[in-house]
């Protein structure tokens, strides 16, 4: 590896291989050029293909299981208490930007998720789209907040409500958010000393979840002509010129690339998941809600309740084991057979119109080898997520074509992308797409191409022409 090589990452957090390497290509200069110039495929995700944990898998090279938690939300304890959020405070591996800071390298984070609240490094730190609002501590040194407001004004985590109706107002913010976050990168990149310099962008995920159905021909709601019609590819160029403009700006002793970390597709509908197990008799309610609730304000008899389900974009299947729930009704030695049984009847799920949708149901020692934390009973991928999962009581039916936390389009997938640019290294200076690639081997890579040894516990491998 080349001495005093940089090493840049932009994050496009759900940018999916088919519309950036497919679809829209030739609308997107600055990407094609880097595609031309390097490396470049699918990146295959971690199981679930979720935010969080995604970033988090990448950037430590670890496994969910390995790091101790399977989404947004987790069981703390086996109580029926409802999940906690999985903030920077649960990871306990080592991230790149730790690995290097240790090293005395110096970085830059902008957005990364999952690193609020925000820790020590050696550089500067703007924290993600968890952070409660920009009143918390959203940077790291505390006081580099003021520089951020001074280049920006009012700093944006995040748009307020990406499932809304107001579709003027989210394009709206979704461009004022990614206009922000690109103005300070493009300053700190020009004003600070670094090694490693790494940006997430949250718009991608956002106009995905909220204009899918205007762009998609193939998605149920898809109307043609509509007035949004454009709005996905108008956002791909715009994001791309500013991926231009932070491109003009670096040398050519600075490895470039572009990462997602996970994919997205048309949503076909929702699995009411609850709903399903009360109809098949392994959740018992008190009394019938009035309206939708969510599961946690339901009333639950758990005396007489096997499983529950949360929803999402996919599916945690929980069961209610004697000795380990406060109420347990399974038998330590049917919990297996009351699993299996549970897995086969969800695989074979039908649609409103009698068709198998495939639904794919994962055991959570089948994925992980190490399984700190407290993993769900059983993952589900409805419809291989082509259909999310509805955990809310109360509507009366399995299939819906509404999600109860709001109007959403898009699911996730599980490929991303990885492009990788390196001026300095001859062998990726040509276009070459690489298959095999996994979220895992981001970090290994970034190592490498800063001279750093690779630690013996990350998972992945270093990518290479």
Same mark, same amino acid.
């Given at each position: 590896?080349?001495?005093?090589?940089?090493?840049?990452?932009?994050?496009?957090?759900?940018?999916?291989?088919?519309?950036?390497?497919?679809?829209?290509?030739?609308?997107?200069?600055?990407?094609?050029?880097?595609?031309?110039?390097?490396?470049?495929?699918?990146?295959?995700?971690?199981?679930?293909?979720?935010?969080?944990?995604?970033?988090?898998?990448?950037?430590?090279?670890?496994?969910?299981?390995?790091?101790?938690?399977?989404?947004?939300?987790?069981?703390?304890?086996?109580?029926?208490?409802?999940?906690?959020?999985?903030?920077?405070?649960?990871?306990?591996?080592?991230?790149?930007?730790?690995?290097?800071?240790?090293?005395?390298?110096?970085?830059?984070?902008?957005?990364?998720?999952?690193?609020?609240?925000?820790?020590?490094?050696?550089?500067?730190?703007?924290?993600?789209?968890?952070?409660?609002?920009?009143?918390?501590?959203?940077?790291?040194?505390?006081?580099?907040?003021?520089?951020?407001?001074?280049?920006?004004?009012?700093?944006?985590?995040?748009?307020?409500?990406?499932?809304?109706?107001?579709?003027?107002?989210?394009?709206?913010?979704?461009?004022? #958010?990614?206009?922000?976050?690109?103005?300070?990168?493009?300053?700190?990149?020009?004003?600070?000393?670094?090694?490693?310099? #790494?940006?997430?962008? #949250?718009?991608?995920?956002?106009?995905?979840?909220?204009?899918?159905?205007?762009?998609?021909?193939?998605?149920?709601?898809?109307?043609?002509?509509?007035?949004?019609?454009?709005?996905?590819?108008?956002?791909?160029?715009?994001?791309?010129?500013?991926?231009?403009?932070?491109?003009?700006?670096?040398?050519?002793?600075?490895?470039?690339?572009?990462?997602?970390?996970?994919?997205?597709?048309?949503?076909?509908?929702?699995?009411?998941?609850?709903?399903?197990?009360?109809?098949?008799?392994?959740?018992?309610?008190?009394?019938?809600?009035?309206?939708?609730?969510?599961?946690?304000?339901?009333?639950?008899?758990?005396?007489?309740?096997?499983?529950?389900?949360?929803?999402?974009?996919?599916?945690?299947?929980?069961?209610?084991?004697?000795?380990?729930?406060?109420?347990?009704?399974?038998?330590?030695?049917?919990?297996?057979?009351?699993?299996?049984?549970?897995?086969?009847?969800?695989?074979?799920?039908?649609?409103?119109?009698?068709?198998?949708?495939?639904?794919?149901?994962?055991?959570?020692?089948?994925?992980?080898?190490?399984?700190?934390?407290?993993?769900?009973?059983?993952?589900?991928?409805?419809?291989?997520?082509?259909?999310?999962?509805?955990?809310?009581?109360?509507?009366?039916?399995?299939?819906?074509?509404?999600?109860?936390?709001?109007?959403?389009?898009?699911?996730?997938?599980?490929?991303?992308?990885?492009?990788?640019?390196?001026?300095?290294?001859?062998?990726?200076?040509?276009?070459?797409?690489?298959?095999?690639?996994?979220?895992?081997?981001?970090?290994?890579?970034?190592?490498?191409?800063?001279?750093?040894?690779?630690?013996?516990?990350?998972?992945?491998?270093?990518?290479?022409?």
């Amino acid at each position: 590896m080349a001495k005093n090589k940089k090493v840049l990452i932009i994050g496009l957090d759900c940018a999916t291989p088919e519309l950036i390497f497919d679809r829209l290509l030739d609308q997107l200069p600055n990407t094609k050029s880097l595609m031309e110039r390097g490396m470049y495929g699918k990146l295959e995700s971690c199981i679930p293909p979720i935010t969080v944990p995604a970033w988090t898998c990448m950037m430590t090279s670890k496994n969910p299981g390995k790091l101790g938690f399977y989404g947004f939300r987790n069981r703390s304890d086996y109580s029926y208490g409802g999940l906690s959020f999985a903030t920077s405070n649960l990871v306990k591996e080592d991230a790149v930007w730790d690995i290097l800071s240790h090293l005395g390298k110096q970085v830059v984070m902008i957005g990364i998720p999952q690193t609020y609240p925000p820790k020590p490094v050696n550089g500067y730190m703007i924290t993600c789209f968890l952070t409660p609002d920009t009143k918390s501590q959203y940077t790291y040194p505390p006081d580099f907040r003021n520089e951020v407001e001074n280049v920006v004004g009012d700093y944006m985590l995040d748009v307020d409500e990406f499932r809304t109706e107001d579709k003027d107002l989210l394009l709206k913010e979704i461009y004022k #958010m990614t206009e922000k976050r690109f103005k300070v990168a493009k300053h700190l990149i020009k004003t600070k000393e670094w090694d490693f310099f #790494m940006m997430v962008e #949250m718009g991608v995920d956002r106009i995905y979840h909220g204009f899918w159905k205007y762009c998609d021909p193939l998605h149920k709601k898809y109307e043609p002509n509509n007035r949004y019609e454009h709005s996905i590819p108008e956002y791909h160029k715009y994001l791309d010129q500013q991926i231009g403009e932070i491109l003009a700006l670096i040398d050519d002793r600075t490895v470039v690339m572009i990462v997602s970390d996970h994919g997205a597709q048309r949503m076909e509908g929702g699995i009411c998941v609850n709903e399903w197990l009360i109809r098949e008799g392994y959740l018992t309610l008190l009394e019938k809600p009035e309206g939708v609730v969510p599961l946690g304000k339901a009333k639950i008899d758990w005396r007489h309740t096997v499983a529950w389900g949360e929803g999402g974009y996919y599916s945690r299947i929980f069961l209610n084991v004697k000795g380990r729930e406060p109420q347990g009704v399974i038998e330590r030695e049917k919990y297996h057979q009351v699993r299996e049984e549970l897995k086969e009847k969800l695989e074979a799920l039908k649609d409103e119109q009698g068709k198998n949708i495939g639904t794919r149901v994962l055991r959570p020692e089948d994925v992980y080898p190490v399984r700190n934390g407290i993993p769900p009973d059983l993952i589900v991928y409805f419809g291989n997520l082509r259909w999310r999962s509805v955990g809310s009581i109360g509507l009366n039916t399995v299939h819906t074509f509404e999600n109860d936390t709001g109007p959403d389009d898009a699911n996730h997938a599980e490929k991303g992308i990885f492009i990788l640019y390196d001026p300095t290294d001859q062998s990726t200076r040509k276009s070459s797409s690489v298959s095999g690639l996994s979220i895992y081997d981001i970090a290994p890579t970034v190592l490498h191409r800063l001279g750093v040894n690779v630690p013996s516990d990350m998972e992945g491998k270093i990518i290479t022409s």
